[in-house]
């Protein structure tokens, strides 16, 4: 069982940045990935970035030099750098873990977060 805690979820304005955290206990070890999704209300949930236990990392083409997924296994952290927001960022985001990185993200997703909310203003 990995219980996953996500934070930094905050109000801001348009350009801004913010770095989301998600503790993880116990952190994965061996085939694993992380990933970011995120959903906002009307829209299905969309996997926003991806890392696996190599330090291979993949993005949303869409959010991709804006938004940078790394994380610290001695903290059993991952992070969320979240750069030049836009309004259209607005969402809950998520935090998961999973079994295996593919091109499109982490999949075979069997751990959730409970989210922390996002909200960028014009």
């Known amino acids: 069982q990995v219980q996953l805690v996500e934070s930094g979820g905050d109000s801001v304005q348009a350009g801004g940045s913010l770095r989301l955290s998600c503790a993880a206990s116990p952190y994965p070890s061996g085939n694993y990935c992380m990933a970011w999704f995120r959903q906002s209300p009307g829209k299905e949930r969309e996997e926003v970035a991806g890392i696996n236990g190599n330090g291979i990392t993949v993005v949303a083409d869409s959010l991709k030099g804006r938004f940078t997924i790394s994380e610290d296994k001695a903290k059993k952290i991952l992070y969320l750098q979240m750069n030049s927001l836009k309004p259209d960022d607005t969402a809950k985001y998520y935090c998961?873990?999973?079994?295996?990185?593919?091109?499109?993200?982490?999949?075979?997703?069997?751990?959730w977060g409970q989210g922390t909310q996002v909200t960028v203003s014009s």
């Open positions: 998961a873990a999973g079994k295996v990185l593919v091109v499109a993200g982490c999949a075979r997703i069997n751990y």
